[in-house]
């Protein structure tokens, strides 16, 4: 067994400067860069930055940090100033990340195969048994090689004398390759002179590669790839959300995939379709409730199974996490002897584990100059900076160690090098850490030029993201010809011509439904809103029930206006009422809780939506949001821009979104969700109305925007009558009830697998709502005698109206079983 | 002397409160073969009649049974049936005295197929974890220099008396430091308390689960059904292989033991678990049945009542 105790220590008083040697002349590789700055100014330079801030507020870029008192979707900070990698430089970093990255393939194949490494004594069995992330399950499954590895992720540092070393491997489900695609993207869109002129490696390529490895990994000519994502919550969802459209893959969660006969599918609004490869992005133990983690509710019961079927590949391969500990880093040198035979180009750290006598030895005589951390960073444990223990303390820490020694490693601590960054008009010094990728092809390796570059907060403290650290994009400046290869650009052999839209899986056909369902809720209660405001300080008393009877038919639950008979809502209490209504994110039915909702449900469905629209979503989320203490009286206009975008959203989803099953799901979410409202209103006035409260139906034409329509018609002639004909019964308004039903049917009748009793009933509906002649209608009007049973007609609308307003749910409901349930139950553990 | 032979029959009976649309299930209940076991017959009835099935041999060597039902039910029935001989005279008679820290010493050396396959059961599990309490309560058996039989006897002694047999305080997830603590709990905790001990000194100790042949009291006649499934210890030196000793009842397990299963505690063995579409709340019925076929395989001695 190889142990190297003789790891340099590293010491060093001074950081390494990668912008400059003596700290005045720049290095040779960043005179272009220091040279572009000056021109351009710190002024402009400014503006740039705050472009970028924007386009990253606007794109929606975040990155969750738990237990951030910001919660989920902070903005992502991203730094203007690219990190600079001369040419030669980088191919030294490329060589040594290849290298490392076929290592560490070679090392999860023996130990997840013939184990020979432990027989031979070559690895430490202790480190393999103790190991939680070792998953026995997976021992000795026949997997693609190249999918052990299907891509590593390296975090590099650069100590002060200029040598790049690694800080740690990310072998299972690596992030931050999407990130470094947008930054990129953000950046040369800040600079574009100075990225058009510097002869900078792309990025593209490695996508392109990864796909095409994703692709042959299948064996499968026309393979279903997905990018499985443990959900929105995770700090890291809007990357993979990012790269799964960028990729061309369907982002799914564990419940949006089900293990059939030992093959995997999604569950898709068509049915069920055979997955061939899953891109990872939740972790091992995850992955499979039945077999790993019981409690697990982001896996798929059954998958470790279907694995071993061979009927789905897994990148990186289930098990892959067993060589993240920095545990595995002192072993690296010997084995890459004996695997590759070539000494180690790229150093680790230095790092000694525990679990191994002089190792343990060692670092107990020097734990002044150590960090100790944990070897299996699942047990959670800060780690320990040797020199910070406090004196009397110290024998415990060390009878700690010895009791479990396998259970620790301990570093050399590195000082790291520093690059500047522009932080409110200046240049400063800031910590980086680089993390590099590299992909397996299968026939080879490729890595991504440069990688994200991960700076400290402040000079000198922890680099880490989730500590709130920025980021940088990382540019290799080349020296020959440049791959400008686009994942978008047109390349010169054909494509081949698609109609088949992607699968909409049942949780997105969920989501959008939902998405179609709140804006509409969002924007009848704007209306309401709206219409009601500018009135409730000035009405009379006949005209102030009529705008409580207005405010009844949104039908919340959580209203605050009194419900007794005897007492009618003043119009001080109907005020609260409708800031409350507006305002209170605690009341789920307020307008708030709505856009949030709009939020919420838009954000789960990001990747398929175009960037237009997730901005107007983020747009409208902050819509209403007004200073505490502002006059009632100023909120119409608050109104009016969110209602503004309200129609841009809907616009859109006119003419922007093709006519797949999501738009349609997303259209019968708007037209049920506008039929309830309507069917409501429509209700109060065949209830029938005395003509004092006839101004109902000025609010209502308004509310419902078709006031104009109607005076075009009627001049100022109001009729309950002619309201009726054109809020009901009017096929050509796009807001009347009829058109709805109408509408329902139809698109309802154009999903696949829809059922034949439910079109019927929708068809039914609008078939009886004709079948009603509003000339016939005896309406009571004033001083008119109201014939015996003349309002029958009345009283059979007044019915129809009713049980329409009972069947909408309950046939939504039934929409929903038939195409999302499945999607939403999540399976539960018995027996463990 | 002849091998005992036993009819075994283990129903496992899921009632739901809510009807069940997908249930993904691994059975862990087909007894091991063994050099002193011998498998002869076995059937797993699964009602309702599963969509999928398949077998499969786990990392331990435990054969496991997959199977998906995908029509609703309320109910789940998994009944295995199997006939098993077993002969008490090829249990491994232990020849030697090594000292039980020479067992220790040895274990992370030995790169052999079988020392390897040991060494794995050192180390903490998911559900057992290694405390110094543990080591402390496990070193008044393990004195310096004892001979690792010997200690480990003892040490099965102790749990046995210190220990309250009592199936009202701990439930199947109730982790060893509990029961540890509260000195009761029934033969998974017994088991699991005595691996946690034997591994906090850095001995490889295993959990076996199986069956445990009962005894009907004095004149009765045996009762159907009334047996329960059973879990024991496994402990590894390198001069006598494995050797089993069961806790709850302080006997070194013979031919009225039958194993089904073993691994580093109770979550890799244990006969049943799954994942459920709907359902909602559920009950769980076990009854296990060992009926000998040759109850006079060899002389029937009165004894104690057995606990499992």
Known sequence: MIVDLDQTPLRYSATYDELSADGVTPRPHWAHLMESLREIGPEELGRRWNRAERRIRENGITYNIYSDPLGANRPWKIDILPLLIAADEWRFIEQGIIQRAQLLNLILEDLYGAQELIANGNFPAALLYANPAFLRPLVGVKVPAQSYLHMLAVDLARSPDGRWWVLADRTQAPSGSGYALENRTIVADVLPDLFRTSNVLRLAPFFRAQRQALIDLSESNNPRIVLLTPGPHNETYFEQSYLARYLGFTLVE????????????????????????????????????????????????????????????????????????????????????????????????????????????????????????????????????????????????????????????????????????????????????????????????????????????????????????????????????????????????????????????????????????????????????????????????????????????????????????????????????????????????????????????????????????????????????????????????????????????????????????????????????????????????????????????????????????????????????????????????????????????????????????????????????????????????????????????????????????????????????????????????IGQ | MNPMIYKITHRSTYKYKNPVSVGNHVACLIPRSSVHQQLNLVELNIHPHPATRTERVDYFGNCLCFFTVREPHKELIVEARSEVSVSADSMPVPRSELAWEEVARTLPRDLSQAGLEAYQFVFESNRIRIRPEFASYAQQSFTPGRPMRDALLDLTARIYHDFRFDSKVTNVRTPPEEAFRKRRGVCQDFAQVQIACLRSLNLAARYVSGYLRTYPPPGKPRLVGADASHAWVSVYSPTDGWLDVDPTNNVVPSDGHVTLAWGRDYGDVSPLRGLVLGGGAHTLKVGVDMEPVNPHGHEVLPAPPLHS
């Open chain 1, 254 to 829: 564990g419940a949006d995939l089900t293990v059939r006969d030992r093959s995997v599918y999604l569950k898709t609004v068509d049915g069920l379709e055979k997955v061939d490869v899953i891109l990872r992005r939740v972790d091992d133990s995850f992955c499979d409730p039945l077999e790993l983690r019981g409690e697990s509710l982001l896996g798929v019961p059954g998958l470790v199974d279907a694995i071993i079927a061979g009927n789905v590949k897994v990148a990186n391969a289930l098990g892959s996490g067993l060589i993240e500990t920095a545990a595995m880093m002192p072993f690296l040198p010997g084995l890459s002897k004996h695997l590759l035979g070539e000494e180690l180009k790229l150093p680790s750290v230095a790092t000694w584990w525990c679990g191994q006598k002089p190792a343990l030895d060692w670092v107990l005589s020097h734990l002044d100059s150590v960090v100790v951390k944990p070897a299996f960073p699942t047990r959670g444990m800060e780690p320990v900076f040797g020199a910070e223990i406090p004196q009397a303390e110290k024998s415990k820490f060390a009878d700690q160690l010895r009791t479990h020694p396998h259970e620790y490693v301990a570093q050399e601590q590195i000082a790291l090098s520093s690059a500047p960054v522009w932080e409110n008009g200046h240049l400063l010094s800031r910590s980086v850490v680089l993390r590099a990728y590299v992909l397996n092809t299968g026939t080879g390796w490729v890595a991504i030029p440069g990688g994200l570059t991960r700076v400290a907060e402040t000079e000198g403290s922890v680099v880490s993201m989730q500590r709130g650290g920025h980021s940088k994009d990382a540019w290799v400046l080349w020296d020959g010809p440049i791959d400008t290869f686009s994942m978008l650009r047109p390349r010169s052999e054909p494509v081949e011509l698609r109609r088949v839209a992607r699968a909409v899986p049942s949780s997105v056909a969920d989501n959008v439904f939902w998405l179609g369902r709140y804006v509409e809720r969002a924007e009848s209660i704007a209306r309401v809103l709206r219409a009601m405001i500018p009135r409730v300080r000035r009405v009379d008393d006949a005209e102030l029930g009529c705008l409580i009877r207005l405010h009844s038919c949104l039908e919340s639950r959580y209203s605050k206006l009194p419900k007794a008979k005897n007492r009618r809502a003043t119009s001080e209490e109907l005020e609260q009422e409708l800031m409350s209504l507006l305002t209170n994110i605690k009341r789920p039915d307020s307008l708030a809780s709505t856009l949030v909702e709009v939020s919420r449900v838009g954000g789960n469905v990001r990747e398929r939506l175009s960037g237009d629209m997730n901005f107007l979503i983020s747009q409208l989320r902050d819509s209403i949001q007004v200073e505490h203490g502002t006059p009632f009286l100023e909120y119409p206009p608050t109104l009016t821009a969110c209602l503004e975008l309200l129609s841009a959203f809907s616009g859109m989803e006119r003419e922007n979104i093709n006519r797949g099953s999501g738009w349609l799901f997303m259209s019968i979410g708007r037209r049920l969700e506008r039929a309830i409202y309507l069917t409501r209103q429509l209700r109060e006035v065949a209830t029938p109305l005395i003509e004092q409260d006839w101004s109902f139906l000025e609010y209502l034409l308004e509310v419902a925007d078709s006031s104009m329509s109607y005076r075009t018609r009627y001049f100022t002639t109001l009729q309950p009558v002619a309201v009726l004909d054109l809020l009901m019964a009017d096929e050509m308004n796009p807001r009347s009830l009829d058109f709805q039903l109408k509408h329902l049917a139809d698109l309802y009748g154009k999903l696949p697998r829809h059922q034949p009793e439910d079109l019927v009933r929708m068809q039914d509906a609008a078939t009886s709502l004709r079948s009603f002649d509003l000339r016939q209608l005896q309406y009571p009007m004033k001083g008119g005698s109201v014939v015996a049973g003349g309002s029958d007609g009345l009283a059979r609308l007044e019915r129809f109206l009713r049980e329409t307003e009972q069947l909408l749910p309950s046939w939504s409901n039934s929409l929903s079983s038939r195409y999302f349930s499945h999607a939403r139950s999540l399976p539960i553990t």
